[in-house]
């Protein structure tokens, strides 16, 4: 397959300009968009997605698909303008990027088979890199039906897009240096991807998203019924249930002010509780399960560990009794909330990722201490802050800016109109620094960069100037 996508696949791709791979890439969303309702059905039945879950990864990854589509005709090749290099004024330098000659793999994690594997293809094929995607074996099924329509299609060159089901086998042993590894995950299998001996040994440029204690806080000065307040009381909620928690981006960590905690824990907890959990087959299913009795096994034991430093306001450790459900033939968590006993000596909050519908609520005295407490998760994907004072706002954002690639800043003006903590656009980064896995996704024309190759040319004016002129002819 790798030598297929580097052949065939290259050669297909190369050719093209990126407006016209920006035209390929909205013929795959097309193609998406007239068969949209059989992988609904798909990631209901194996995902085990509500409607609403089933949206955000599927019209996620179309829509990303259709905005870089649109993106393909921007300017990109050229870095910068010509540098003077010495006293002779005909010696100059100019930077180039130039797409990468190798694949572009794509290892994805479960819990978005299909948004996970088109944000990464969009940018990939734009870039005129060809793609080799290996999505996780639990919900490999949407994957596996949204190639097959692709590729019947015929809407992409011969090896531009590959799908590998099932194992990753000697895939990472068979890499060189000119292709790149795109790997979503959890942190130990990240570190497996990183350190593997043929990766290291030939340098094969690795981005890495993982795992992420996210956080949400809560200003000091931000009252029950004020627009911050509500604000923040529905993206948690919210955050903790959609696909049952299963974000990597998900609130783990909810910052409010000591004095206010128990009475955002009560508000939380009725709202957490009123949220109907069962067949998300059901159109009124707020809530379905994790995607395998394995995750709720994992879940439960990581509620276990925050529990030893937090009390559980709602929810638990065992799966919730739900009409017509058999307990030991599924894998629900109820919405489960903790509180915890004391901000200062906790630990597990900061480490412990139930990936999962769970949540502790982290007192905080002051805004230095809200700060250093964030920090404690060792880098995150993304943090929200909510608040009426702008000052205070600016300052926090500042604060906690160097652990994190994503900060969305709730005040009132923006308190029903933005787009989520959790919801990736395609027009921002994602990626977070240290725990996260220190990558970078997305951002626009940003994200182009990973699948180039940046060069300094060094020669004569007119020789640089020949340069300008071929590379601005393939946009
Ligand atoms: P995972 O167990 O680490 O698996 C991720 C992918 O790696 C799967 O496709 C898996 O394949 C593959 N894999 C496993 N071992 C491998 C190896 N030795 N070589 C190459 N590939 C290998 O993660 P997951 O359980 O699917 O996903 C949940 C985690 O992902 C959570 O921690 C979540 O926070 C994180 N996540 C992060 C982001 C982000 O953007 N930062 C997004 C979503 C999820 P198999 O399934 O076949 O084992």
């Known amino acids: 397959m790798l030598e297929f996508a580097r052949s065939e696949g290259q050669r297909g791709l190369r050719n093209l300009s990126y407006a016209e791979r920006g035209k390929l890439v909205g013929a795959v969303a097309d193609v998406l968009v007239a068969n949209r309702a059989r992988y609904e059905d798909i990631a209901i039945a194996n995902s085990g997605n509500t409607k609403v879950d089933a949206a955000i990864d599927i019209d996620g990854g179309i ?11 921007a300017r990109m090749l050229l870095d910068e303008k010509a540098v003077r290099l010495a006293k002779a004024e005909n010696y100059q330098a100019i930077h180039l990027m130039v797409p990468r000659r190798g694949v572009a793999v794509h290892i994805n994690a479960f819990n978005f088979p299909s948004w996970g594997l088109w944000e990464k293809a969009a940018v990939s094929l734009i870039a005129g890199v060809p793609v080799l995607a290996k999505p996780a074996s639990a919900t490999a099924l949407l994957a596996h039906a949204m190639v097959k329509d692709v590729i019947a299609a015929k809407v992409l060159p011969d090896g531009a897009l590959n799908l590998l089901c099932g194992g990753a086998g000697e895939l990472l042993a068979a890499l060189t240096g000119d292709d790149v590894i795109a790997f979503t995950g959890s942190a130990d299998t990240a570190a497996r991807v990183r350190g593997h001996p043929n990766v290291v040994a030939r340098s094969v440029p690795v981005n890495i998203e993982a795992d992420s204690i996210n956080a949400a806080l809560l200003a000091p000065e931000s009252s029950p019924g004020s627009a911050a307040f509500d604000a923040f009381l529905r993206e948690v909620v919210r955050e903790m249930t959609v696909k049952a928690g299963q974000k990597c981006t998900a609130i783990r960590r909810i910052f409010v002010p000591a004095g206010k905690a128990d009475a955002v824990a009560d508000a939380l907890a009725e709202k957490l509780k009123g949220t109907k959990i069962g067949d998300p087959r059901q159109a009124d299913t707020r809530m379905g399960p994790l995607v395998t009795r394995g995750q709720q096994a994992a879940a439960f034991d990581g509620i276990r560990r925050l529990a030893s430093e937090a009390a559980i306001v709602c929810g638990g450790t065992d799966a919730p009794t739900l009409d017509g459900i058999d307990k030991n033939r599924s894998a629900f968590v109820a919405p489960t909330l903790l509180k915890l ?28 201490d809200a700060a250093g407490l964030i920090a404690r998760g060792g880098g995150s994907l993304v943090a929200s802050v909510y608040g009426e004072d702008t000052d205070f706002l600016v300052r926090i954002v500042s604060e906690i800016a160097p652990s994190h690639g994503r900060i969305l800043a709730v005040d009132p003006a923006i308190a029903t109109a933005h787009t989520g903590h959790g919801i990736v656009m395609p027009q921002c980064n994602h990626g977070g620094p240290g725990r996260a896995g220190a990558g970078e996704e997305l951002g626009g024309l940003y994200g182009l960069r990973f699948y180039h190759q ?22």
Request: glycine share 10%; proline share 3%.
């Open 341 to 368: 006993k004391d901000a200062g000596s906790a630990q597990a909050v900061h480490e412990v990722e139930v990936f999962g519908p769970a949540a502790t609520i982290v007192p905080y005295r002051d805004e230095q």
């Open 454 to 475: 940046r060069l300094a040319v060094q020669g004569s004016s007119d020789l640089i100037a020949s340069l300008q002129a071929k590379a601005a002819s393939v946009h």
């Open 63 to 73: 829509g990303t698909l259709k905005y870089y589509a649109r993106l393909g005709g």
